[in-house]
């Protein structure tokens, strides 16, 4: 073997070494394992994640239907209160993340702890999006009273009346360091409109969360 050959060789050796070197923690193997009750969720390294959703939705629910109980008045044909229709109209998100699969959760997870509560029950989803379709409506627009009465209408025509409007929105607000860490403040509103007064009640709940960048170590190269 020539000198030029085996120089070129130990070259690549000592780089292939340097760059092994280099991504030393690096592993391309993932693992997993199932969390059970009494497991705390994970927090999300980047953006929000369950840690930051579960509490803001039952923070906000809670809240506001407890105060909604006290004004419930109506009973049903076996004495019983009967349970208020809420049409859950939708879930705007206003932060600076994506939600990704979260969207679909926060709003099943709002729809299902109204559900569970004794006093209330929501419209089924596919219901309202039919309504909202048929009337070429956002929801938005329901604030309009023209376009109310056209949805409220479609609903009747479905046999889905309801008693209340209810609107989510997620917004954000970020405070960064010097350092590069930063805050991230969530909230999570719920808007509650009374069809019978018209009266709007909102309630909300908030979660700080801090994000911060650290290095792991520094690239060596050995020769």
């Not at 906000?60 to 105060?67: N, Q, T, Y």
């Not at 056209?150 to 889905?160: I, L, P, W, Y």
């Not at 069809?195 to 709940?205: I, L, N, P, Q, V």
Request: with cysteine; net charge neutral.
């Amino acid at each position: 073997m020539d000198r030029r050959r085996f120089l070129t060789g130990m070259g690549q050796l000592a780089m292939g070494g340097w760059v092994a070197q280099a991504i030393g923690c690096r592993s391309n193997k993932q693992t997993a394992h199932v969390l059970n009750e009494t497991d705390r969720d994970m927090v999300g390294s980047h953006t929000a994640g369950a840690e930051t959703w579960e509490p803001l939705i039952h923070g906000s629910v809670d809240k506001l239907l407890c105060r909604q109980m006290t004004d419930i008045k109506t009973v049903s044909h076996d004495g019983t209160p009967a349970r208020k229709r809420i049409c859950f109209v939708g879930l705007e998100n206003k932060s600076i993340e994506e939600l990704g699969d979260f969207g679909e959760q926060i709003y099943e997870k709002i729809d299902t702890s109204i559900n569970e509560s004794q006093m209330f029950e929501v419209i089924n989803r596919r219901f309202v999006e039919a309504g909202l379709r048929e009337c070429r409506l956002r929801p938005d627009e329901l604030f309009v009273p023209s376009k109310l009465r056209s949805f409220t209408g479609a609903m009747e025509k479905q046999d889905q009346p309801f008693d209340y409007l209810l609107y989510a929105k997620i917004t954000s607000g970020t405070t960064r360091s010097n350092n590069k860490d930063y805050q991230r403040d969530y909230v999570l509103t719920l808007e509650l409109v009374d069809m019978a007064s018209g009266h709007a009640d909102k309630e909300r709940a908030e979660l700080r969360k801090g994000y911060h960048k650290s290095v792991i170590g520094k690239m060596k190269h050995y020769g």
